[in-house]
């Protein structure tokens, strides 16, 4: 049977997921080539062989550019998923951020226009 790490949450440096199909095994999380951390396995409450998965990334991965982890099983030795966080001066030009700065400009001309009208009694 394959083994299938399926993320579940990213929320406050924590990874969690649902591992189905592993043997004995554990995940690693690799970046740059090395292990940061191993990975917290429970067995899931609700899914008959599968395991729960929680990672608490290290702050050091936190930092400018481009970084990813790999969460690696042990026992077949594939990456099974990927952490991509990207942060910092250089994605200042990175067009999801260009994106998110024009939406926040248009709710505010939105949210002005609005007012004008309904100071000017205009619909």
């Known amino acids: 049977m394959t ?3 399926v993320c579940t949450a990213l929320h406050a440096g924590r990874y969690e997921g649902i591992l189905t199909g592993a043997e004995q095994t554990e995940i690693e999380a690799l970046h740059r080539g090395k292990i940061i951390a191993i990975a917290r396995l429970a067995p899931h409450a609700e899914e008959d062989g599968a395991l729960m998965v929680s990672l608490d990334l290290p702050m050091d991965v936190v930092s400018d550019g481009v970084q990813v982890v790999g ?10 998923d990927r952490i991509t966080l990207m942060a910092g001066s250089a994605l200042q030009e990175d067009i999801r951020g260009e994106m998110a700065l024009l939406r926040d400009e248009l709710e505010m001309l939105k949210r002005a226009f609005r007012r004008h009208c ?5 619909d």
């Open 71 to 80: 969460l690696r099983s042990t026992a077949s030795g594939e990456v099974l």
């Open 118 to 122: 309904a100071e000017t009694g205009q």
């Open 3 to 5: 083994e299938t790490l």
